[in-house]
């Protein structure tokens, strides 16, 4: 099948950058999105690198723009971690403490967490039992480990998977102590220069995203260009690449980025998530072919890498829009059917834009109604002062969203702004009736106070 495979995809290579510039220019025409970068690699050489649209800051998008690689960072921090392993300088099953003293928690289990436990995500670290997001955010990676001080662990180490980023937080602050660098130098010597990264980086904090970094949120279908919420990312969504030197670095891990035996260890996932391996997930398209990936998410863009090992290649797509949408996703199973020989699915909007509309409907019809009320606040005779109760309930649960959303997520943790991002015209929607119903009971007490009542 592999064999097979693989003649198709060396007879379509040809006319494989037609295809994909067709296919998304298209998607950018059926979805509103403002700017993208791809590369598709096959063995040891790029397919196609190419930019398409502009930038947050109106530049055109190129394949040497750097853009935001959110979670794909992983897969670079346990790289980081791998090389340091091969080295002698770091035993995946030995206790992180070992080598990062500092790290400790207020929950004894942590001692025994494992190098490897960080990199599977089955640390017992969950943002049910340590609120990463809603919480102050750290400047460093030594002030995300110092946080943790006081956290505790959900579950015993190594007993489940929970993706949580302060995993890879922790694993890249244990390579600045141990390579005695901090962890951008040590990316920029190691992993970026070698292969040829030139313009990769990393960074902490949505403060230091450059302007052709920074995205869009759709609002109404239109996308509109807004900061990054505050947020710490270096080891677990630092990255800045671009589309060429993502090639390079898809071009490495089927050329040999580490000895045969750590890409084993690198692929190798956990026995509690068979999915999930060191930064990268296993998966397989809709044809069956095994395939190595992982995706990332800020709130104002997405970006998705993906190996073949089977047939060589590799493609990686960074989008500047956030991860409501979901772009980068959307176009990276668009082009492994091209890679495959099959039909993209055309991209639809309409769920996203009714929800939308209806949420306008009802942020038109709230203010309405609260004009309404307001004028006809001088009717209130005073005399039921529990009719009032209701009015309070948007205000009480806008106060109370972000403890809402980690019930109704299961204990994934993000802060009100955040859902702000993630739900744009519902959160309007939302603080627009919390507003309309205060009025309406300040003026009921005002004509209340007036009267003496």
Partial sequence: MLTTLTAICLALSPALPVSVDAYVERYRAATGLPGVAVVITEGDRVVHAAGYGRTATGEPVTAGTPMA?????????ALAVLQLAEQGKVALDQPVRRYLPEFTMADPRAARITVRQLLHQTSGMADSAFREKSLPQPETLEGAVARLRT???AT???AAFSYHNTNYQVAARLVEVVSGRPFADYLDAHVFEPLGMRRSTTVDTDRDLPGGARGHLYVLGRAVALPEPAGFGNGSGGVLSTAHDMGRWLIAQHTGVLPPRSVREMRTPSARNEDYALGWMLDETERGTPVLEHGGDLFTSTAHQLLMPGTGHGIAVMANTGMAYSDAHELMAGLVALVE???????????YLLTDGLFALLTLVTVALAVRGVVRARQWTGRRWWRLAPYLVPAVVCVTMAPIHRVLA???????????????????WLVTAAVACLAVVAARLLVAGRRGL
């Fill in 156 to 158: 015993e180490p190594g």
């Fill in 341 to 351: 020989g099959r039909a993209p699915q055309p991209p639809s909007r309409t769920p």
């Fill in 410 to 428: 299961r204990g994934r943790d993000a802060s009100w702004v955040q859902l702000a991002y993630l739900y744009p015209t519902f959160m309007v």
């Fill in 151 to 153: 956290a505790r662990l």
């Fill in 69 to 77: 690689m959110a979670s794909v960072s992983k897969s670079f921090t």
